[in-house]
């Protein structure tokens, strides 16, 4: 999908932005049982549909090393891909718990937790050589699935892309080098509980995303 070579492959062992390795040192250090690593991406690595979130979660991903596992975000976003037919299951709940995404894979933006969950604009553009590689693997006519501005803007910027001519928007839909680009607002709490996005609109953009795939089929 991406026009030029990709230069990194998923690394767990990256340590490539200083801050974000400092801070994943003291989270293990407080939480030995936790992943505290580069979270790999999940799913089907030939899916046709990949969805793009900010970073791991503290207690979340960055605790059982699967993304938005173990966090309330998770909640929504897998009970929505087994409705759909995207999981085989409607809940998460660790590494080894069986669950198979179906033509999907997830994957975020920035591989390690940031801290307060905000990671840095030099962080976003440092990982963003990961997520290059993974859209590389996306079939023609695939789909990415960008929860958030900060995804968003990681896509375009890993397919070479201005960011002026693409704008975030809850719902819209963005043609780049043979496939769609869906935005979603992000899964999170703040989101759901504010009612800025329900589960219905959740919803309609993976129903939308199951349409453009089966029009590719």
């Known amino acids: 999908m991406c ?7 998923f690394d767990v062992t990256c340590r490539r932005c200083a801050r974000l390795s400092a801070f994943l040192d003291e989270v293990s250090a407080r939480h030995p049982g936790y ?22 979660g503290l207690h979340g991903a960055n605790r059982t090393g699967r993304p938005f596992t173990g966090d309330y975000a998770g909640i ?3 009970q ?4 759909i037919g995207f999981s085989d299951r409607p809940l998460s709940e660790a590494r080894d718990d069986g669950l198979a995404l179906r033509d999907c894979r997830i994957t ?5 937790v940031p801290p ?3 990671p840095l604009t030099a962080e976003i553009r440092t990982c963003n050589d990961y997520l290059k590689a993974e859209l590389q693997t996306l079939p023609a006519a695939g789909v990415v699935v960008a929860l958030g501005k900060i995804a968003h803007d990681a896509v375009l910027r890993a397919l070479d892309l201005p960011l002026a001519r693409h704008r975030f928007a809850h719902g819209a839909e963005h043609r780049v080098d043979g496939a769609t680009v869906l935005d979603s607002y992000h899964c999170s709490r703040y989101n759901t509980q504010t009612r800025r996005l329900s589960a219905q609109m959740f919803r309609d953009v993976f129903l939308r995303a199951r349409e453009l795939l089966a029009v590719a089929s």
């Open 80 to 83: 929505t891909l087994f409705e």
């Open 3 to 9: 026009a030029r070579a990709s230069r990194a492959a």
């Open 108 to 112: 975020n933006a920035v591989k390690c």
């Open 35 to 56: 992943f505290a690593r580069p979270v790999p991406p999940f799913g089907d690595s030939r899916a046709r549909l990949l969805i793009v979130g900010l970073a791991p």
């Open 116 to 118: 307060q969950n905000k």
């Open 76 to 78: 929504l976003l897998y």
